[in-house]
Nanobody, 124 residues
């Protein structure tokens, strides 16, 4: 069993930054990959970013490239999503998820555990 707890969401003006954190417990963190997803009101949950078990490989959705960075600290059992140059369209509940495999994955169905989410609101 893996427990995931997100933090770091909040209200920020357009152009601002936030860093989301996701603390994991329950299994050997370094053996599984992690991802961030988001869901805006009335929309489906969408992929944002993913990182491999070692933290050495990352992948960002087109909407996040150039603005967001995902990183994984295996010593702290934590994955981060640094979000810069935020836009109102980034407003959503952000979820972290764990895949019990070392390889980086992007599809929602490939993730085994999910956090409860943290709200990010970007005002214009």
């Amino acid at each position: 069993q893996v427990q995931l707890v997100e933090s770091g969401g909040g209200l920020v003006q357009a152009g601002g930054s936030l860093r989301l954190s996701c603390a994991a417990s329950g299994r050997t963190f370094g053996t599984y990959s992690m991802g961030w997803f988001r869901q805006a009101p009335g929309k489906e949950r969408e992929f944002v970013a993913a990182v491999s078990g070692s933290g050495g490989s990352t992948y960002l959705a087109d909407s996040a490239k150039g603005r967001f960075t995902i990183s994984k600290d295996n010593a702290k059992n934590t994955v981060y999503l640094q979000m810069n140059s935020l836009k109102p369209e980034d407003t959503a509940v952000y979820y972290c998820a764990a895949n019990l495999g070392f390889r980086l994955v992007r599809a929602i169905y490939e993730y085994d555990y999910w956090g409860q989410g943290t709200q990010v609101t970007v005002s214009s």
